[in-house]
């Protein structure tokens, strides 16, 4: 008898602590602990041009905030294989926006285990755009081409993951004009709606709902930007009405609901199902043959480039749903 309770004692003993344990995913990075994504990568000693480049971006703020990210860190080794002079231009005020795409495209958002990207064909970047991720002979990971020479630098706002060369985004090729220059020279997303010459009413909404300096930032932003049409087809007087000073919030968080914290080019578009606007709201997304529609607006003239994002035009104002109250 005393044996059988001695088993039952033991038994005890172990279910408990396996009753407080949390399982994770297999390939699931570890919870972060100690320091953030900044601190860590300046600890490690071979990040500093990295981090000179996050700096001169505008991004340090982003890497230090609650993530989780997984960054793809390029070594200093790596920024030396770049083609002599392009980090000290690229470095420069006037190129800041472009320098922050691209370190934007060696983010992703989410805690990532090397293993577990591995197993993922693609992963979408806070540029807006995607890194493809190979499994290469030997068990090696590379991520659009770099390697990566250390996984799993685990930080307490994600994880870094060490790679041997700088990623450029392939948009920059894809879309770019004739003149590379071109590229850093785009206007921002209110000043090209403003010059399309059919999104005069949204530039005065967004005036009046105090919106202009959201949409001149560095982003990047995706636009659904009603024309002039789209407003007209609304009810008479709801136009009016909304761009009152007392009813200002209401039109910015209507506003919000067209706009998407991340660069959507159209050919990703219309793979996608939801988005998350800066209303707090998802739009849905759908396409057939070809006809891409957001919340039942059509999408008439897709991949307007501007520096900071990029405008794609649609044919009807978009309401976000009205959320209930509860008691």
């Not at 392939?170 to 206007?187: F, I, L, N, S, W």
Request: overall charge neutral; hydrophobic content about 40%; proline content about 6%.
């Amino acid at each position: 008898m005393r044996k059988v309770w001695l088993v039952v004692v033991l038994a005890g003993l172990l279910v408990v602590p396996l009753a407080g344990c949390k399982s994770e995913p297999a390939g699931a990075a570890p919870e972060g602990k100690g320091k953030d994504i900044i601190q860590t990568a300046t600890d490690a000693g071979n990040f500093t041009k990295f981090l000179d480049a996050v700096k001169s971006a505008g991004l340090t703020d982003t890497l230090r905030g609650k993530g989780p990210y997984t960054v793809f860190a390029p070594t200093d080794e790596a920024f030396g294989k770049m083609p002599a002079g392009t980090l000290d231009d690229l470095m420069k005020p006037e190129n800041s926006k472009k320098l922050a795409e691209i370190l934007k495209y060696h983010v992703v958002n989410g805690r990532l285990s090397a293993e577990r990207a591995s197993r993922t064909k693609e992963l979408d970047t806070l540029s807006g755009q995607r890194l493809t991720v190979k499994v290469e002979e030997g068990g090696k990971i590379t991520v659009d081409g770099a390697t990566i020479t250390k996984p799993d630098i685990v930080c307490s706002n994600g994880i870094i993951q060490q790679i041997d060369a700088v990623m450029m985004p392939p948009d920059v090729e894809k879309h770019k004009t004739a003149d590379p220059a071109a590229e850093v020279q785009r206007k921002d997303i209110v000043e090209t709606a403003r010059e399309t010459g059919n999104h005069n009413t949204f530039g005065k909404a967004l005036k009046e709902a105090g919106l202009l300096d959201t949409l001149k930032g560095a982003g990047p932003f995706t636009v659904f930007a009603p024309t002039d049409q789209a407003f007209e087809k609304l009810p008479a007087g709801t136009l009016d009405n909304l761009m009152k000073p007392e009813n200002k919030d209401q039109l910015a968080h209507i506003l919000k609901y067209h706009v998407v914290q991340q660069k959507v080019m159209s050919d990703r578009l219309g793979r996608m199902r939801n988005l998350s606007t800066l209303a707090g709201q998802e739009l849905k997304v759908t396409s057939e043959k070809g006809k891409v529609m957001v919340d039942g607006a059509n999408v008439t003239q897709p991949d307007i480039i501007c520096s900071n994002g990029v405008i794609h035009s649609i044919d009807a104002v978009m309401l976000p749903p009205v959320e209930e109250e509860t008691e």
